[in-house]
């Protein structure tokens, strides 16, 4: 595109490359800096210099005389609106972003004089020139958020946190992706977020957020029964627990169950979140404390956790540290199954309490416990129950 520079001066025109001292030069270009009575027009390949207050980001003609050849430096005899198609002007694509100023990320950041009436981290086309390290915009086309990620470029996603530590883990439905957010930025799990970051293209995508307003909580999980949900639900029933430790074995799950303390034998409700291979609690309680569980020495169900009561008639003690002990109530009899990781030593008469699985030892009745917590002597459990 031609330029409009002109030069008067021994009876004609001539390029401003070319302009002497006192020559008079005719010259569109941008204000890219003025400041005072001082200020700087370019147009995309030269620039001048002019002794006028003008407005940054305008296009203006001066008609002016060559005042200093090396610094290009006019005076301005006459001033008007200037035409932007006259102007040498370059075409940038890539994204917008905002990062205390604002750019446009291909993905290297090119800075923008001023800040476009655009949505952060959409596809964008600008209009305009460089000056220094600064394109000036004269007018963009907006587009939309990328579909897919591109390292180092602005991504949006939209998921359930799984995990609220450092990073965040983030369930898009499809993949984890890791999410780290401003500092002192805390979301909750099972919270469904909005959230817009520069894009890192890992093993696991990663996104890096520079501002709180970069983060949108839309919602929450969707709930579904136990059984029924999927990474990223929140799962929700009331079960027994099995077995207690490093989280909790619960009977109507293959998942283990963790950040709630419980005890075997414990009936609990809860909403959980579902993570790939574990639930982790958003609300449990102990709705049925197994001291509340009635008696089952008489009718114990297999595969279930029972609690079984009585006193303790006879004990034997094998040479490898295994032990029996019966217990009776009444008419009816269990044995109880003592191992030697137990470290238990029962006596005859004792009353005894005990939570565990029933199974049969050489086709008798019996009852195997997981920790000695399980097992209570008198009126009092070795383990007490933990406050939840």
């Not at 460089?130 to 915009?137: D, E, K, L, S």
């Not at 990474?231 to 490093?246: F, N, P, T």
Request: hydrophobic content about 35%; proline content about 3%; aromatic content about 10%.
């Amino acid at each position: 595109m031609l330029i409009a520079i002109y030069f008067i001066g021994r009876g004609g025109y001539t390029s401003l490359e070319n302009a002497q001292k006192g020559d008079i030069v005719v010259f569109t270009g941008l204000c890219v800096y003025s400041k005072g009575d001082f200020s700087i027009l370019t147009n995309g390949r030269e620039t001048v210099a002019i002794y006028r207050n003008l407005t940054e980001g305008k296009v203006y003609t001066i008609k002016g005389k060559l005042a200093h050849e090396e610094k290009k430096i006019l005076y301005p005899l006459e001033i008007t609106d200037g035409n932007a198609e006259k102007l040498h002007i370059s075409n940038i694509s890539g994204v917008y972003w905002v990062d205390h100023n604002c750019y446009i990320l291909i993905p290297q950041k090119v800075k923008l004089n001023r800040c476009l009436d655009i949505q952060k981290g959409i596809k964008v086309n600008v209009r305009g020139m460089f000056y220094g390290n600064t394109f000036y915009v004269l007018g963009f086309e907006a587009g939309n958020f990328l579909t897919e990620p591109i390292d180092g470029l602005p991504y949006k996603v939209t998921g359930v946190v799984l995990d609220n530590g450092t990073p965040t883990v983030i369930w898009n439905g499809r993949e984890k992706i890791k999410v780290y957010l401003p500092y002192r930025f805390h979301l909750n799990l099972g919270d469904k977020v909005e959230i817009l970051g520069i894009a890192r293209l890992y093993s696991t995508l990663t996104l890096y957020v520079n501002s709180p307003e970069d983060v949108k909580l839309i919602g929450k999980a969707r709930k579904k029964p136990i059984g029924k949900e999927s990474v990223g639900d929140i799962a929700y029933g009331s079960c027994q627990v099995i077995k207690s430790g490093r989280g909790l074995s619960l009977d109507c799950t293959n998942l283990r169950l963790y950040s709630f303390p419980a005890r075997t034998g414990d009936i609990i409700k809860f909403e959980a979140l579902r993570r790939e291979g574990s639930l982790v609690c958003l609300n449990c309680s102990v709705v049925l404390p197994r001291e509340n569980l009635e008696n089952s020495i008489c009718n114990p169900k297999r595969g279930r956790i029972v609690k079984i009561e009585g006193k303790v008639s006879w004990v034997k003690v094998y040479k490898n540290g295994f032990g029996l002990a019966n217990i009776t109530n009444n008419t009816c009899w269990i044995l109880l199954k003592l191992k030697k990781s137990l470290n238990l030593e029962l006596r005859e008469n004792q009353t005894v309490t005990a939570f565990g699985i029933y199974t049969t030892y050489r086709e008798k009745p019996a009852l195997e416990v997981y920790s000695r917590e399980d097992v209570c002597l008198g009126n009092s459990c070795s383990g007490s129950r933990q406050e939840h």
